[in-house]
């Protein structure tokens, strides 16, 4: 499986991106897609994160009510879109897919084996 992140720019703060995941490959293996970001300087967090088959989302609380994930099967393509963004949303944001998650949506990255280059988000005030 292969993962395109797109997306990222400069915004200024109170406005909205939308990122994007490309998968690519052997999908159909994929069973949850997610989001993870990392800050200068800090280590890189879970996001978001959805069932390929569309039934279950999680969100990190940081970004609960701000961002919405979602996805598009027949375009093997998965979204971040993100509203209300602060300079504390600045980061490297990169997709990743999991394989073998069963009925739940893990927010540890070492649970994910496929990953995407990231995008950079910076977000002025």
């Known amino acids: 499986v292969q993962l395109q992140a797109s997306g990222g720019g400069l915004v200024q703060a109170g406005g909205s991106l939308r990122l994007s995941c490309a998968a690519s490959?052997?999908?159909?293996?994929?069973?949850?897609m997610a989001w993870f970001r990392q800050a200068p300087g800090k280590d890189r967090e879970f996001i978001a994160g959805f069932s390929w088959s569309g039934t279950r989302t999680y969100y990190a609380d940081s970004v609960k009510g701000r961002f919405t994930i979602s996805r598009d099967i027949a375009q093997n393509t998965g979204y971040l879109q993100m509203s209300s963004l602060s300079p504390e949303d600045t980061a490297v944001y990169s997709c990743?897919?999991?394989?073998?998650?069963?009925?739940?949506?893990?927010?540890?990255?070492?649970?994910?084996?496929?990953w995407g280059q990231g995008t950079l988000v910076t977000v002025s005030s």
């Open positions: 990743a897919a999991d394989p073998t998650a069963y009925l739940t949506i893990p927010s540890r990255q070492q649970a994910y084996i496929y």
């Open positions: 490959g052997r999908t159909s293996s994929i069973r949850v």
